[in-house]
């Protein structure tokens, strides 16, 4: 028994080493645990000794099976184009972990300034929540790692507004100052830090700039009470002046798409003065939704206008929502005093809060 116990390893030790090979790796495994159950002459501390060595070898199959299902990314300097590092990574990890890999990888150091990193295939600079698979990375594919300063927008009811870069060597000065005209009612930047979009309070106008240069770019067709950008920063989701939800491009002005919400307060006596008026609208972290909300409903939107979903059930208007970094779920609150998880797929609520 014990000569038979050993060759089954002894073979496994050879296999392992020499052809790599998973399917005669789970073999030996399965020869060696069939020679340990039959054995009946072991001691304890003998057969003690064998599940201790099987055990190891069964970390190293899980090891090498994990392995075999990553892909090799280069990856290369979004300035210069010189390489900078291979790295393995499953399909299903993401690209903020492809990013953490990178960083890890080159032992980078920001000397104190704060710094994004971006992830751009194809031109494109990718969502970071997004799984490498969904982007469509496959083996030996090459991206481009970009590093950007992290700044902060602030706009005040004094008419100005300031973009503030924060690194190293940051003043107590902005990066940017503009004086559009009017109070402003709000201010967002795009996620490449190129564009900014402002509102003001009389009417609600809503105006684009670029950030490097400070020039004015296109004014949001209809005004825009309130706005935010897509997460690729190719448009702008807003209220217009009228109530509706709509979506411009970001870089003419242009509507593009235009939300009327049904009335489906009817059912309840509404604390809302007009229920077929938009309070808000905010695009999902995948960028293929839009959330509006009037009156007690809540309202799902594909970004080419079509209404996929009407979520009911709170018996107050609906104040705020938020997407999961998925881009599966939603919360809602509400001035009911209560909050809920919708799923985005079927519409159900999952949960009241």
């Known amino acids: 028994m014990a000569a038979s116990f050993r060759w089954p390893f002894s073979m496994f030790e050879q296999t392992y080493r020499e052809r790599n090979d998973l399917q005669d790796l789970r073999d030996a495994i ?19 000794r064998k599940e201790e060595i099987l055990d190891t070898f069964r970390t190293k199959l899980e090891e090498l099976e994990v392995e075999t299902q990553k892909f090799k990314l280069n990856v290369c300097s ?4 010189e390489p ?3 790295i393995r990574l499953k399909p299903t990890d993401s690209v903020l972990q492809l990013c953490e890999a990178v960083v890890k990888e080159m032992g980078e150091k920001n000397g104190g300034a704060v710094v994004s990193h971006s992830i751009i295939f194809q031109s494109e600079v990718l969502p970071q929540h997004v799984s490498l698979n969904e982007v469509g990375l496959r083996d030996g594919d090459t991206v481009y790692f970009a590093r950007s300063p992290v700044r902060c927008l602030t706009a005040s009811h004094d008419g100005s507004v300031c973009l503030w870069d924060f690194n190293e060597s940051s003043s ?3 990066y940017l100052r503009l004086r559009p005209g009017g109070a402003l009612k709000s201010a967002q930047i795009s996620s490449c830090g190129t564009l900014l979009a402002l509102s003001t309070e009389d009417g609600g106008s809503g105006k684009l700039y670029c950030s490097e240069t400070s020039d004015y770019i296109a004014t949001l067709q209809g005004g825009c ?4 950008f897509s997460p690729d920063g190719s448009r702008v ?3 217009d002046s009228n109530g509706a939800a709509v979506i411009w491009c970001a870089r003419s002005g242009v509507v593009l798409q235009r939300m009327f919400a049904p009335n489906a307060s009817s059912q309840w ?3 809302s003065d007009d229920d077929t008026e938009m309070s808000f609208a905010h695009f999902s972290p995948c960028g293929k939704m839009v959330v509006t909300a009037a009156g007690y409903s809540t309202q799902v939107w594909d ?4 209404l996929r979903l009407t979520l009911q059930g709170h018996q107050g208007s609906v104040r705020c929502t938020s997407f999961s970094s998925d881009s599966r779920y939603l919360l809602t609150a509400s001035s009911d005093d209560t909050a809920r998880i919708w799923s985005c797929e079927t519409g159900k609520c999952l949960r009241i809060l």
Do not use: H
């Open 303 to 306: 970004t080419a206008g079509k």
């Open 237 to 239: 989701v807003g209220i």
């Open 172 to 174: 107590s000065e902005p």
């Open 78 to 81: 979004a300035m210069s184009g």
């Open 30 to 48: 399965e020869r060696a645990e069939e020679a340990v159950s039959a054995s009946s002459s072991d001691s304890e501390e003998e057969r003690e």
């Open 225 to 228: 009470a309130l706005g935010e």
């Open 84 to 86: 900078l590092a291979q």
């Open 269 to 271: 006596d509404s604390d």
